[in-house]
């Protein structure tokens, strides 16, 4: 018989990312991962730097001073804090630590695609709820709930449509869900939002056993290239994870930049601020090309083109004038293209790109 891997794992289509090389171009605009363009703070960067005498030690495996970093600055209890190589590492322990076999893992139609990538490495079902109106539908995911459901996730503002749920939903969608199953708050953009009504998990987690909140270092603080997540889960959860994470799953020059990113609050709010200023000028130029922009809580909007060959053809074309977006075919929006917010100069040349690639159209 031959050698064959765990049940699922042949199933997974290999998640990609965002292209970061466009052959010939004298300049590339890289758009396509939501990364921030403002980079990664000074402060950041010089405790990365520090830690360059240290590299022969192993880190501390429980990433003591990240952790009050976070807790410090967000207000919340140290020992309930797990950290990982990215939210993408938690969410895989997760679903490894609460399903398996015979299991199904809820999610919303238009989400973050580790989400069925870590239900079928572990044998799970992944589920698929539909959304309505490009908005994760609670009514959807408590139908699509069975006695075999283990956990659901919720990205919060979702990932790519930008969308998000308010508390109340959040808590009605907690309501309708078993105690036995884990609610995932992926809260990976919560920075970024504006929306009043917006809250992270944070308060769902401290009132009850069955929520996580899951967040990141890769968007707002600038630090993808370290693989920085956090976790706040209830103390149960957290002793689960801390059982099934590798001793030293952070590294020390991670946790260094990481506790000092987190810090800098100044750098926080000037990504923030850029962010908005230029989404809201890029979707009123983009929608003023007759294009489709849907609202975003993230670092990035979502454009319709209604036509997956247009979207396509789209890609292609920013493409060879060295601009990278991402396409969303993956997602089930191969009608649509991801444009992540970069700086002044980078959304002025995607705006004009833009136009151009719509005049082709025309000829």
Known sequence: MALQPQPGILEIAPYVGGESKAAGAQRVIRLASNENPLGFSAKAGEAFVETAAQLHRYPDGGAHVLRQAIADTE??????????????????????????????????????????????????????????????????????????????????????????????????????????????????YAEYVEAPDYVTGSDLVEEFDNVVMTRTFSKIHGLASLRIGWAYCPEAVADVLNRVRGPFNVNLSAQAAGAAAIRDRAFVVSSKEHNSRWKQWFNQQVGGLGLTVYPSEGNFVLIDFNDADKATAAVAYLKEQGILIRAMGGYGLAHCIRVTIGTEEDMRAVVEAIERFLGTLKD
């Not at 659901?152 to 109340?168: C, H, I, K, Q, R």
Request: glycine fraction near 8%.
């Open 75 to 188: 207000g919340l209890e140290k020992d309930r804090i797990v950290c990982g190589a990215g939210s993408d590492e938690l969410i895989a322990f997760l679903i490894q630590s609460y399903a398996g076999v015979g299991d199904e893992v809820l999610y919303s139609e238009h989400s973050f695609l580790m989400y069925p990538i870590g239900a079928l490495t572990n044998g799970a079902t992944p589920v698929k709820a539909p959304e309505k109106g490009l908005k994760t539908d609670i009514d959807a995911l408590l139908a699509a709930v069975t006695d075999r459901t283990r956990l659901v996730f919720v990205a919060n503002p979702n990932n790519p449509t930008g969308s998000y749920l308010n508390e109340d939903e959040l808590r009605r969608l907690h309501a309708g869900l078993r105690d036995d199953i884990l609610l995932v708050l992926d809260d990976a």
